[in-house]
């Protein structure tokens, strides 16, 4: 889509990468979800959190640069709160995983849980009520936008988040 490459969407890039030392990592060929997952492995890393991600995605997909931005950076915010709540650092994991086959990008973010019988109500654990769910909404939001779902499970003391989005490369 045309407003990919809008000046605005940069200086939010920009912004959110300068708050962190970010080690320019290319986990893929898609330069905007690079510049997003280091932000937060940045992020994660500082707080002792062991960090693992794969993704294959194309340079370029039929999917808005914003909205990829915003299901990464979502999913990655709730893993690292929920990781950060967690006393014992070893135990503190983010695994990130996406791949773009066949008209569909699958995104799946897993994390060790805190309180695995609150993750799996998704029972907020914030302070201000009125901001949970919020992030969540917008993942699942952007998922149907482009025919996809979005869902989560707890399963043996891990959260997984998993997103499907419906897309073409180029």
Do not use: W
């Amino acid at each position: 889509s045309e407003n990919n490459d809008t000046e605005g969407f940069r200086e939010y890039i920009k912004e959110m990468t300068s708050s962190y030392t970010v080690r320019k990592i290319e986990y893929c060929e898609n330069n905007i979800v690079n510049a997003a997952v280091s932000s937060k492995e940045a992020v994660a890393r500082e707080k002792g959190i062991d960090f693992d991600v794969a993704i294959t995605l194309p340079e370029k997909i039929d999917i808005d640069a914003m909205d990829i931005v915003s299901v990464f950076t979502n999913l990655l915010d709730n893993a690292i709160e929920e990781c950060d709540r967690i006393k014992e650092e070893s135990e503190k994991k983010i695994s990130l995983n996406c791949v773009c086959k066949k008209g569909a990008v699958a995104i799946c973010c897993e994390n060790s849980c805190h309180n695995a019988e609150k993750a799996k109500k998704l029972v907020t654990q914030k302070s201000d009520k009125f901001l949970h769910g919020l992030g969540t909404n917008i993942v699942k939001t952007i998922a149907e936008k482009y025919n996809g779902s979005y869902s989560t499970t707890v399963e043996n003391g891990k959260f997984s988040a998993s997103v499907l989005m419906g897309c073409r490369e180029g």
